[in-house]
């Protein structure tokens, strides 16, 4: 049979057991660096396919390697399973807890890991059967939403003998990542310490910790005028004290410094721990930095983007029934007529010249959007990033919920659980699966992409951003 025959009639075969599969990891949410039940479901699927697995990538519990294959070209792809916090909701179009306060799928992880377990299997079996040399390696990358996963994993050096890796998000479009970049992020906690003393009775003897963590923000916040328009700063005060009557001996302040290049936000980090030592100073107090993760810029590569959207405006995108749009609307219902024409709006600024709004559609979108010609920043951040700075990667977004759902919301969790999102999902299967085939056997595909990524870095190696012993956490 045709490979790629081979990798539709797979996945065609197996649709309603990788929604299932998608459904289970979706009613067992599990936040970052705790994904036992996600990574082994999915671990055991690859090894019941003959994959050698490896666990503990990057010092964390829940992370694998799983490679099938001899030889080279190696093709990784990228999968991820970790919830959100606070967001426990029912695959409802109303707003329905199923565990106050709990965790829910914010960011369809539960698509995001069974789409690229999908895709590494189809392809896997249309090697076999054409017997095409190669390796398949398929990552599972935890705690991506606290951008730790993959960062960890570059720096203990498992992407490096890749030849190209492949990723995907779910999203309100069908898209490929192209001519856009998301932004390099540190995140650190900024630990004051102080005296405790009575708030009323002695608050001379006291030096508040507190104080230097207010006081540092000031500073970040005067700060904000002094950077580059495309840099992002937020914080929270994670720890403040205990009661308003002890003068605070603790308190911790978190920050996220995000800009386009990881030299940049380097050097506004630098920037903020002034702002650090200028409030310990003012207050009286001390602190010390906790460094906890960081990630490099998204480095975008055409060759394999062309290829991405070449399989998927052949494959047409995903074919939604009057049952999933239905249930699309009736969750849109849920948001401000401003939020979906904002997004739609968003999404036609990163389309290429010509795009209406008809393309994107009303509620789903059902077409394939051409990316802009036009360098486009994307605000977020992501440690794909870190592997699109080692090996050249390509990344795919198709529509997994309705247009305006805002990132990480309960309208995004109720998607994931329903057939909208497993639609959206098998997409995102079908188009990495595909893209996966002709990076092995078209050489001149694979060298396109390699010698594209060496342009763009000019020969530099990746430096991890993290410090001599940092550990997940």
Known sequence: MNP???????????????????????????TALQERYAS???ADELEAS???????????????????GTGAPVIGILGEY????????????????????????GCGPNLYGVATLAAALALDAALVEAEVPGTVRYYGCPAEETLTGKTFMARDGVFDDLDAALTWHPSSVNAVWANSSTLAMYSFKVHFRG??????????????ALDGAVLMDVG???LR???IQEARIHSVISDGGRAPNVVPPEATIWYFVRAPRRDQVESIYRRVLDCAEGAALMSGTSFEVEFLTGCSELLANEAISGIMLEVMERLGGPAFSDEEEAFARSLQGSLETEAVDAARHDALRLAAAGTTADDIGDVLCRSVIRPSETFSARYGSTEVGDVSQITPTGNVLTCCMPIGAPGHSWQIVAASGSPVGFRGMDFAGRTMALTGLELMTNPEALRAAREEFARSTAGRRYVSPLPDGAVPR
Do not use: C
Request: aromatic share 8%.
């Open 4 to 30: 790629e025959r081979t990798i539709l009639a797979y996945l065609d075969d197996r649709f309603d057991h990788f929604a299932a599969l998608a459904r289970a990891i979706w009613e067992r949410p599990e």
């Open 40 to 42: 082994r479901r999915i």
């Open 50 to 68: 003959g994959f050698s697995v490896e666990w503990g990538a990057g010092g964390m519990e829940t992370a694998f390697v799983a490679t099938k």
């Open 82 to 105: 970790d919830a959100l916090p606070g967001l426990s909701q029912d695959a409802t179009p109303e707003r329905r807890e199923l565990v106050p306060g709990g965790p829910g799928h």
């Open 195 to 208: 005296v405790a003393a009575h708030g009323a009775g002695d608050p001379h003897n006291g030096r508040s």
């Open 220 to 222: 970040v916040n005067y």
């Open 225 to 227: 005028e002094h950077v």
